[in-house]
């Protein structure tokens, strides 16, 4: 199976910046050339909600609407790492973030379903 391992979560005050990290299996952008990955969040009783998506075909990044340009994703090949920068945090951004892998698609973005999952990183903003 997949692994996705999530990190970078932790408690910050609001206006603040984390950088969360999600380590997806070696050579994944090699093998998987219509690969999109991810970036979810979930907070307690509420349906998991897309951040961000990137697509390795294009490039193409998708963001909602409501990110306003606070949080940009980004990946580096070489050390098998995908990024999600936020910054300007504010306490609705409190949630439990989750990174994704679709291996071969031509949609990418954070409305469909994805097939991996990581198991998390919490993200508490005060």
């Known amino acids: 199976p997949v692994q996705l391992v999530e990190s970078g979560g932790g408690s910050v005050q609001a206006g603040g910046s984390l950088k969360l990290s999600c380590l997806v299996p070696?050579?994944?952008?090699?093998?998987?050339?219509?690969?999109?990955l991810a970036w979810f969040r979930q907070t307690p009783g509420q349906e998991r909600e897309g951040v961000a998506a990137i697509f390795s075909g294009g490039p193409y990044t998708y963001y909602a609407d409501w990110v306003k340009g606070r949080f940009t994703m980004s990946q580096d090949n070489a050390k098998n790492t995908l990024y999600l920068q936020m910054n300007s945090l504010n306490p609705e951004d409190t949630a439990t973030y989750y990174c994704?892998?679709?291996?071969?698609?031509?949609?990418?973005?954070?409305?469909?379903?994805?097939?991996?999952w990581g198991q998390g990183t919490q993200v508490t903003v005060s």
């Open positions: 994704a892998e679709e291996p071969n698609t031509y949609v990418c973005t954070g409305r469909r379903e994805f097939t991996y």
């Open positions: 070696r050579d994944t952008w090699r093998r998987f050339p219509n690969l999109c």
